[in-house]
T-cell receptor
Framework: AQSVTQPDARVTVSEGASLQLRCKYS??????LFWYVQYPRQGLQLLLK??????VVQGVNGFEAEFSKSNSSFHLRKASVHWSDSAVYFC?????????????FGIGTRVLVRP | DPKIIQKPKYLVAVTGSEKILICEQY?????MYWYRQSAKKPLEFMFS???????DNQTASSRFQPQSSKKNHLDLQITALKPDDSATYFC?????????????FGPGTRLLVL
């Protein structure tokens, strides 16, 4: 069974501050992990993904995430947020080598960036 | 130009009626999917198709029927609509249907059942 937990439903940060969004996963096999972002009234856009190798992966718009197998985590970070980063962020898990590519989503973390 | 088109953008239906949600992708992908986003619930997987063949079905109800008339089309027919079906339905696609393939999402169809 697969599951994703995002413990923070809402996060408020000031513009220019750093941001960390937490994600814990549970997977019966080797995971593929993604972070997607959903801006208001839009679809989901991929920020970054982890398959293997370097546990720190770089994404778009200055985002990065760190995979930890020992902690079953895949936390997202950004050093300095902009007001346009206000959105909902989803941590997503996919099973490796499984036919029928089913994504398992976390509940999402709504980020509000204050000016 | 949008690469994944979903039509309509908004849809209002009455309980008991039937609707079809349209999805077309122009990414040249071989796998397509449907997901549902309901209020207060995580996005949930519904169906996956690969080369127009159903690969996985996680919906509990036969009222939801995917239809693939062309490789780049995956429509979703919903019959006997209920208020609980109110949600945003997202179509997605990926190059192949393996776990490592990135899925790209359409803008969604927001369905309201009265």
């Amino acid at each position: 069974a697969q599951s994703v937990t995002q413990p923070d439903a809402r996060v408020t940060v000031s513009e220019g501050a750093s941001l960390q969004l937490r994600c814990k996963y549970s997977s019966s096999g080797t995971p593929y992990l993604f972070w997607y972002v959903q801006y208001p009234r839009q679809g989901l856009q991929l920020l970054l993904k982890y398959y293997s190798g370097d546990p720190v992966v770089q994404g778009v718009n200055g985002f990065e995430a760190e995979f930890s197998k020992s902690n079953s985590s895949f936390h997202l970070r950004k050093a300095s947020v902009h007001w346009s980063d206000s959105a909902v962020y989803f941590c997503v898990l996919s099973a490796r080598h499984s036919a029928g590519n089913k994504l398992t989503f976390g509940i999402g973390t709504r980020v509000l960036v204050r000016p | 130009d949008p690469k994944i088109i979903q039509k309509p953008k908004y849809l209002v239906a009455v309980t008991g009626s039937e609707k079809i949600l349209i999805c077309e992708q122009y990414l040249g992908h071989n796998a397509m999917y449907w997901y549902r986003q309901s209020a207060k619930k995580p996005l949930e997987f519904m169906f996956s198709y690969s080369y127009q063949k159903l690969m996985d079905n996680q919906t509990a109800s036969s009222r939801f029927q995917p239809q693939s008339s062309k490789k780049n089309h995956l429509d979703l027919q919903i019959t006997a609509l209920k208020p609980d079906d109110s949600a945003t339905y997202f179509c997605a696609s990926s190059q192949e249907d393996w776990g490592q393939d990135t899925q790209y999402f359409g803008p969604g169809t927001r369905l309201l059942v009265l």
